[in-house]
């Protein structure tokens, strides 16, 4: 699974800078400098994280919200439940299935967090990219609407798939990993006119080649906490 991020604004400003240079009628609708560092950032504490969506790119509120949720007490329920999104059960789960179909996006993070089990006990692991800067996550979201303030607001959950080699290695119980796009297939993903097959054919493990990871302290096994 994937409840522990990292993304900083250093890194986050370069990557949208450089998506910008081939999408020039995307919008930027937040103050990248005002972002503030998220060195790791757990989603229960459901932080806002820049997602890249089709001619946009926002500030999405990590715990996808589904039209259903209409009491504030199921609205804290489903966010927590909806952190993730298993690619083999999202076109079937019912807070899903229709952000699949028309609500994709990608978050941008500097790498993420997950939990080796050994011995009766866990060591946590940082996993970020060999050569690049960034991860790109391929994600689904909603824009809810606050049934009594009237507020919108993007939320956003992170697709899982199997886990490669490395991911099998460190996530040795779920054995899952979060949806990785390379990207050249950003594009393919955001765009709502993009066919079903193909999605499928992008929700695979990442290629481990891509990947670096080591273990960190103890401390930051503690994923109900924002760590910054």
């Known amino acids: 699974m994937c409840f522990t991020i990292s993304a900083t604004t250093e890194h986050v400003k370069v990557a949208i800078e450089d998506y910008l240079k081939t999408n020039k009628e995307a919008q930027v609708h937040f103050d990248i400098d005002e972002m503030g560092d998220k060195h790791l950032v757990s989603g229960f504490a459901h932080p806002h994280l ?37 690619s083999d059960t999202i076109f079937e789960r019912k807070s899903f299935k229709e952000s699949i179909v028309n609500k994709r996006c990608v978050l941008i993070i500097d790498g993420f967090f997950e939990w080796r089990h ?6 946590p692991y940082y996993i970020y990219p060999k050569d690049e800067s960034v991860f790109y996550l391929g994600c689904i979201y909603t ?38 796009l390379d990207k050249d297939a950003i594009a393919s993903w955001i765009n709502i006119d993009t066919p079903v097959a193909t999605l499928k054919k992008l929700m695979k ?15 930051a096994g503690y994923a109900s906490k924002d760590r910054n």
């Open 50 to 86: 820049p997602i890249v969506k089709q001619g946009s790119i926002e500030l999405g509120e990590w715990g996808l919200i589904p039209s259903f949720a209409v009491t504030a007490e199921l609205v804290n329920d489903m966010q927590n439940k909806t952190l993730n999104a298993r």
């Open 205 to 219: 493990p990442y290629n481990e080649a891509l990947m670096q990871s080591h273990s960190i302290s103890k401390d």
């Open 118 to 123: 050994a011995g009766g006990d866990k060591f």
């Open 143 to 180: 824009i809810y609407t606050d049934k009594t303030t009237g507020e919108m607001k993007d939320t956003f959950s992170i697709i899982t798939t199997e886990a490669n080699t490395m991911m099998q290695f460190i996530h040795n119980t779920k054995k899952r990993m979060p949806l990785i």
